[in-house]
Nanobody
Framework: QVQLVESGGGLVQAGGDLKLSCSAS????????MGWYRQAPGKQREFVAS???????SYAASVKGRFTISRDNIKNMLYLHMGSLKPEDTAVYYC???????????WGQGTQVTVSS
């Protein structure tokens, strides 16, 4: 079973930066795409960003230009650098990993990000 463990969440003021990390229990070359989703209180989980194995990124319109996703295939890590944070970015952030050969998506347990105004 794949394990994804997020870290780096916390409380930050609006306009500040935060970097999330996701550690994978196996070589992330095995995953075609890795990404970040978030879920705010009372809202549905939504896509934030993703990155393919050839490092092509994709972003939700709400975070484009403020967030940067990256992956380190040697350290088996996924990152999300969040800049110019807004109170509406407050949510639990989840790391995901897609294994196309098994049509499977794995999820981490989530890390809380709170942006104060």
């Amino acid at each position: 079973q794949v394990q994804l463990v997020e870290s780096g969440g916390g409380l930050v003021q609006a306009g500040g930066d935060l970097k999330l990390s996701c550690s994978a229990s196996e070589n992330i070359f095995n995953f075609n795409t890795m990404g970040w989703y978030r879920q705010a209180p009372g809202k549905q989980r939504e896509f934030v960003a993703s990155i393919t194995s050839i490092t092509t990124p994709s972003y939700a319109a709400s975070v484009k230009g403020r967030f940067t996703i990256s992956r380190d295939n040697i350290k088996n890590m996924l990152y999300l650098h969040m800049g110019s944070l807004k109170p509406e970015d407050t949510a639990v952030y989840y790391c995901t990993a897609d294994r196309a050969t098994q049509n499977a998506r794995y999820w981490g347990q989530g890390t809380q990000v709170t942006v104060s105004s």
